[in-house]
T-cell receptor, first 112, second 116 residues
Framework: GESVGLHLPTLSVQEGDNSIINCAYSNSASDYFIWYKQESGKGPQFIIDIRSNMDKRQGQRVTVLLNKTVKHLSLQIAATQPGDSAVYFCAESSGGYQKVTFGTGTKLQVIP | DADVTQTPRNRITKTGKRIMLECSQTKGHDRMYWYRQDPGLGLRLIYYSFDVKDINKGEISDGYSVSRQAQAKFSLSLESAIPNQTALYFC???????????????FGPGTRLTVL
């Protein structure tokens, strides 16, 4: 059947290597950013967030970097595992987090 | 997330038919959202509601309507379905944590709608 992952940029990574997924945002007023993971057949799931007064935030095996100068966000996944295979979306919001705007997504394929 | 449920999970309908997609949540959140997802595209916001008496249009509300029957229920209607409304539809909830500013959204499993 048709997949959400079709036509998306794809990043293929060897198991155990680090992954870096990039996202450019356009709204300079955005002050809150979130990364979501969407596995096949499921809804998106929150991974990590960062506010605009920070440049870096770390979670378990994941790190988000924010460069406000060039409006760029990245998600780094350490020691990528097969279970990390999914589509990853960045999202941005502003003005008291009224609503969130999602990017188009990147498909991560982990090669065993 | 089992706390956010959507019915039906799959639906095939014909052009011109009225369709209702339902969303229920047990998280006690005030904020609820409807998104559609198309292949190769991100999620696009259709409507959102911050409490029972609040309804707001998102970026692609034309052809859709919503009803917030209770804090826990938010339904999406297609008054007269057309083929380009074929998509995956997701309901989400959130509860802004004041102070931390975290606005994590919890998504349902999605409804795959096909309009012939």
């Amino acid at each position: 059947g048709e997949s959400v992952g079709l036509h998306l940029p794809t990043l293929s990574v060897q198991e155990g290597d680090n992954s870096i997924i990039n996202c450019a945002y356009s709204n300079s007023a955005s002050d809150y950013f979130i990364w979501y993971k969407q596995e096949s057949g499921k809804g998106p799931q929150f991974i990590i967030d960062i506010r605009s007064n920070m440049d870096k935030r770390q979670g378990q095996r994941v790190t988000v970097l924010l460069n406000k100068t060039v409006k760029h966000l990245s998600l780094q996944i350490a020691a990528t595992q097969p279970g990390d295979s999914a589509v990853y979306f960045c999202a941005e919001s502003s003005g008291g987090y009224q609503k969130v705007t999602f990017g188009t997504g990147t498909k991560l394929q982990v090669i065993p | 997330d089992a706390d956010v449920t959507q019915t039906p999970r799959n639906r095939i309908t014909k052009t011109g038919k009225r369709i209702m997609l339902e969303c229920s949540q047990t998280k006690g959140h005030d904020r609820m959202y409807w998104y559609r997802q198309d292949p190769g595209l991100g999620l696009r916001l259709i409507y959102y509601s911050f409490d029972v008496k609040d309804i707001n249009k998102g970026e692609i509300s034309d052809g859709y309507s919503v009803s917030r029957q209770a804090q826990a229920k938010f339904s999406l209607s297609l008054e007269s379905a057309i083929p380009n409304q074929t998509a995956l539809y997701f309901c989400a909830t959130s509860d802004l944590r004041i102070g931390t500013g975290v606005n994590e959204q919890f998504f349902g499993p999605g409804t795959r709608l096909t309009v012939l």
